[in-house]
């Protein structure tokens, strides 16, 4: 399991689930791996609620800037992830703010709060990705062909305490 392997990289340091990968798998692509393990069910995500055209950021033409698999969501969360474990001095961007003693009453606020905000923000990063999109503008200049974005979640859950799993 994915989860398991974070011990790998804590206790050894320089070893990242692409070189494991590498190691095990043959010539095998590390997202295809990482798909398949979150296919089978051996690694967990963050929890996701619709579906993929429900989660994305709409642009005013009607299309959806998000990946059309929700998996996807879980391998750029785990590739983030894995790029700062072998990047420490080049990180991506991976932030996340909870507490552990919430009131109840508080949830349905929050999660609405946290929407709204972040709907705003991913709307803006769509605006700004939009106009730099050479699909969608031709006529951008630069060189090479990248992928890149940004995701929020929400999530909740009872409080478990430390040692509980």
């Known amino acids: 399991m994915i989860r398991d392997n974070r011990r790998i990289f804590r206790s050894k340091g320089n070893v990242c689930f692409q070189q494991l990968v590498k190691l095990y798998s043959g010539d095998a692509p590390v997202r295809a791996v990482l798909d398949e393990l979150m296919r089978v069910g051996s690694s967990r995500g963050p929890p996701m609620e619709g579906s993929a055209c429900s989660n994305g950021v709409h642009s005013k033409d009607g299309g959806n800037r998000q990946d059309r698999h929700p998996r996807s969501d879980t391998s750029d969360l785990v590739s983030t992830i894995d790029?700062?474990?072998?990047?420490?001095?080049?990180?991506?961007?991976?932030?996340?703010?909870?507490?552990?003693?919430?009131?109840s009453e508080a949830l349905p606020e929050l999660k609405k709060l946290a929407g709204e905000q972040s709907q705003a923000?991913?709307?803006?990063?769509?605006?700004?990705?939009?106009?730099?999109?050479?699909?969608?503008?031709?006529?951008?200049?630069?060189?090479?062909?990248?992928?890149?974005?940004?995701?929020?979640?929400?999530?909740?859950?009872?409080?478990?305490?430390?040692?509980?799993p």
């Open 83 to 103: 790029h700062n474990i072998c990047h420490p001095d080049a990180p991506f961007f991976q932030r996340k703010v909870s507490y552990d003693n919430l009131p």
């Open 121 to 164: 923000l991913l709307e803006l990063l769509d605006r700004w990705m939009s106009e730099r999109d050479r699909d969608a503008n031709p006529r951008v200049p630069g060189t090479g062909r990248m992928r890149a974005g940004v995701g929020i979640y929400y999530f909740q859950e009872d409080y478990k305490g430390e040692n509980e």
